[in-house]
């Protein structure tokens, strides 16, 4: 019996309003340093993508943690304007970045979020959130009025566990006192979400608001469903839970 659907968060609960490359460089603009969106776009994804996972020990103080979280983001924004362009004043240029991000106010919830999670919640179901986010995430869910919703909020740098790693999906489950068998998780990343998810045993949904119905190359781990919408997944539960209950074949 289904008990628990996980969501990721940044790219499928909600979106930058402005994106991310231009935001950097229009920031980077005010100390000095001259690149265009798509520049900063390119080097950054790059640098992301040979990033080591942004997660620590568990165990450490959440003062620690978020040192340790500012020090990694700032490694990556260095990373990113090296040989690209010169501050001049970095350091005030990352204050003014990082305060940006960790603001609610710069992200916009997806159009059918709300719904969606008040949707699952009266079908009975308990939510999470599982995410390579940092702290930040928590007053940003709390400033887009979406933290109500969820029971458990497990990001990757708490955890020491960074998805596609099952182990942050078995520190989630653990939280609802759930077996794999018994949660799904949405996400909008085929690499980290549903591989990660797979991994852990979880069935997982795809969100691809823009993409077309087509199969991943990733074979082993192709999700379960995918969604254009986030209120297909309220549709996907039901008939989920009708094909259970009476072993009828899905409508």
């Excluded at 289904?2 to 940044?10: E, I, N, R, S, Y």
């Excluded at 900063?40 to 990033?51: E, G, I, L, P, T």
């Excluded at 955890?159 to 790693?165: E, L, Q, R, S, V």
């Excluded at 949405?186 to 823009?210: C, H, Q, R, T, Y």
Aim: include cysteine.
């Amino acid at each position: 019996m289904l008990k628990v659907v996980f969501f990721d968060a940044a790219g499928t609960l909600f979106d930058a309003r402005r994106a991310v490359g231009e935001s950097y460089a229009a920031i980077a603009r005010e100390f000095g340093a001259h690149a265009s969106g798509r520049e900063v776009s390119a080097a950054f994804r790059k640098v992301f993508a040979q990033a080591p996972p942004l997660c620590f020990n568990p165990h450490i103080s959440p003062a620690r943690l978020r040192e340790l979280e500012r020090q990694w983001w700032r490694e990556r924004v260095s990373e990113t304007f090296a040989g690209l362009a010169q501050f001049n004043n970095f350091e005030a240029y990352f204050e003014a970045l990082f305060a940006y991000f960790a603001d609610y106010r710069n992200w916009m919830v997806q159009p059918d979020a709300l719904e969606t999670l008040r949707g699952l919640r009266e079908q009975g179901l308990e939510l999470g959130v599982v995410s390579n986010f940092d702290s930040r995430l928590y007053a940003i869910l709390e400033g887009l009025g979406l933290a109500e919703y969820f029971h458990s909020m497990t990001i990757s740098s708490a955890t020491g566990a960074a998805k596609p790693d099952p182990g942050i999906f078995r520190a989630a489950l653990a939280v609802h006192q759930a077996g794999p068998d018994q949660a799904i998780h949405v996400g909008d990343s085929l690499a980290l979400d549903i591989v990660g998810a797979k991994a852990a045993g979880l069935e997982a949904i795809l969100f691809a608001p823009e993409a077309p119905h087509t199969a991943t190359r990733l074979v082993q781990y192709r999700p379960d469903f995918q969604v254009r919408a986030l209120s297909e997944v309220m549709h996907y539960v039901r008939r989920r839970d009708r094909k259970i209950r009476f072993g009828s074949p899905t409508p």
